[in-house]
């Protein structure tokens, strides 16, 4: 049983920085239909907080190109792998064809060091979406691989008009005296509640500056690449306009004042800089405000000004009519019932060594914090890590989470669930507030797209397409998959170290 936390040097990976080359600035490049694009994933080193890191990045650069295709477009992406271990490129949220889908053992064996792949894949939604790897995606997405596409949409006024387009990659990183907090080559580690950081990155930076002109409106592309960490983010003195989410736009664009996103969700919002100043970019939590960066605004008025723009909350009356066809499936039964949970092994040993620390065991088996006893209300969100040592020293040997069938009984890769091209399917997924560690779970799925039709039985005001939904603790959330895409899919938590400890199961769908 390994239950201590500093693992034999010869188990962690490399941390030095000698000979790396310096991480470069992210590029943005165009790519057309029928292109092919060089990606490489190595080695860099990049100073963060005044510290040289050991990281990884694509094509040199933390975050990795920004990929502008257009809506439909078709391109090749030959990946090469120059990094320690095997991976993968999973595009995460685009339909594409399933054998392109960047799942090891599943839709191909992972890349292994020093080799190639090449991945096709068509757009065909509008929107901002993202890759990464998907293999120890704890460590290699962490140390830096992760890197947006932005999908331009073929609809004029798909999107309202802009003086600017932001895409920004939202991450924490968890770095102790001794560089970043060093992962172990066997299993994961952190994985009660995943690795939280304890510095926050805006597209690499732990100092975003964006500036702009007086007047500009600017529409931003959210993207929260965290392991684990939920982001509520806003803007200090000005309301958002949500307008997107996952995959397209809402049905009703709408005033927000802050955007909550889980590990690897999405949100695009739009924000007018009327007055001259320095605006903080913020996350927010019940207790403590984070600033993650500032835009500065300067200058004379911006023309042309979309103000007028900016002002008109649009419906997009497609869409609406899109989805009125699908309400007889939103208010049908359910088909499938998952309750998250997790099951410890191990745990006596463990509470041995976190002695004296922040935990407690109920006599139900249930953890909880000092906190929260007695307080008789749950918590639906953790928005940093108050584990302490219990969550240093769990790893995916001990801790394993769980997506449990109701129905049947089967758990995570156990289960395989059949579904035909075309199938609407009502997803019931439940989060558990009695399970040995309630916390809220970005449940993700593969080459498919839902809706969230309700949460406790209340229905969703307004909805967009998605392919992650967060299902905060104690909450009954109903999903409506939309299944056109045929493959072998994988849906799993989106906390890489939840992925890491068991949390996914298999989906099979299968052409008429
Ligand atoms: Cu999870």
């Not at 040097?9 to 057309?32: G, I, N, R």
């Not at 699908?326 to 088909?335: F, I, K, S, T």
């Not at 004296?356 to 088996?365: E, I, Q, Y």
């Not at 040592?389 to 449990?404: D, T």
């Amino acid at each position: 049983m390994l239950c201590t936390p500093a693992a034999p040097a010869s188990d962690v990976f490399a941390t030095a920085t000698a000979d790396l080359p310096e991480a470069q600035p992210t590029e943005t490049v165009e790519l057309k239909n029928g292109d092919t694009y060089r990606l490489t994933a190595s080695f860099v080193k990049k100073t963060i907080g005044g510290r040289e890191l050991r990281m990884l990045a694509y094509n040199g650069s933390i975050p990795g190109p920004l990929i502008k295709v257009a809506q439909g477009a078709e391109v090749t992406i030959r990946f090469t792998n120059h990094t320690d271990i095997p991976t993968t490129l999973h595009s995460h949220g685009v339909r594409m064809k399933n054998k392109f889908d960047g799942t090891p053992n599943v839709t191909q064996p992972a890349v292994p060091p020093g080799q190639s792949f090449n991945y096709e894949i068509k757009f065909p939604d509008a929107g901002v979406y993202w890759y990464h790897p998907h293999f120890r995606e704890d460590y290699a997405q962490e140390l830096g691989l992760y890197g947006n596409f932005l999908v331009t949409p073929t609809q004029a006024g798909y999107w309202s008009p802009v003086n600017r387009e932001v895409v920004l990659a939202l991450d924490d990183l968890l770095v102790g005296p001794n560089g970043i907090e060093p992962f172990n080559q066997k299993f994961s580690n952190r994985t009660l509640m995943g690795r939280y950081g304890n510095v926050l990155l805006v597209n690499g930076e732990t100092s975003y500056r964006q500036e702009v002109q007086t007047g500009e409106v600017v529409r931003f592309y959210l993207t929260n690449v965290a392991n684990a960490r939920p982001l509520n983010v806003g803007i200090k003195g000005l309301r958002l306009k949500l307008v997107g989410g996952d995959n397209g736009r809402y049905v009703r664009e709408q005033m927000v004042q802050e955007v909550l996103i889980n590990p690897s969700e999405r949100a695009v919002v739009e924000a007018r800089f009327a007055t001259p100043g320095t605006y903080r970019l913020e996350h927010r939590t019940p207790g403590k405000t984070y600033a993650l960066g500032e835009i500065v605004v300067a200058g004379e008025a911006v023309s042309p000004s979309y103000a007028q723009q900016f002002a008109d909350l649009r419906t997009d009356a497609v869409l609406q009519e899109e989805l009125s066809q699908l309400q007889a499936e939103m208010d049908g039964p359910v088909d499938k019932r998952l309750r998250l949970g997790l099951k410890m092994e191990g745990m006596g040993m463990m509470q041995q060594q976190a002695g004296g620390h922040d935990m407690h065991m109920m006599g139900s088996g249930q953890m909880m914090r000092n906190d929260q006893m007695g307080a008789g209300q749950v918590q639906k969100i953790e928005w940093e890590d108050d584990m302490g040592m219990m969550n240093v020293m769990s790893n995916s040997e001990m801790v394993k989470w769980q997506l449990i069938d109701e129905d049947t009984g089967k758990t995570n890769m156990d289960i395989d669930w059949q579904f035909e091209t075309g199938d609407l399917v009502t997803i019931s997924v439940f989060n558990d507030p009695n399970s040995e560690h309630p916390m809220q779970h970005p449940i993700h799925f593969h080459g498919n797209r839902f809706l969230v039709v309700n949460t406790n039985g209340v229905k969703s005001d307004n909805l967009v397409w998605k392919d992650t939904a967060t299902i905060q603790t104690g909450d009954r959330v109903e999903l409506l998959l939309e299944v056109t895409n045929p493959g072998e899919w994988m849906a799993h938590c989106h906390i890489a170290e939840h992925l890491e400890a068991g949390m996914m199961l298999l989906f099979t769908v299968g052409s008429q």
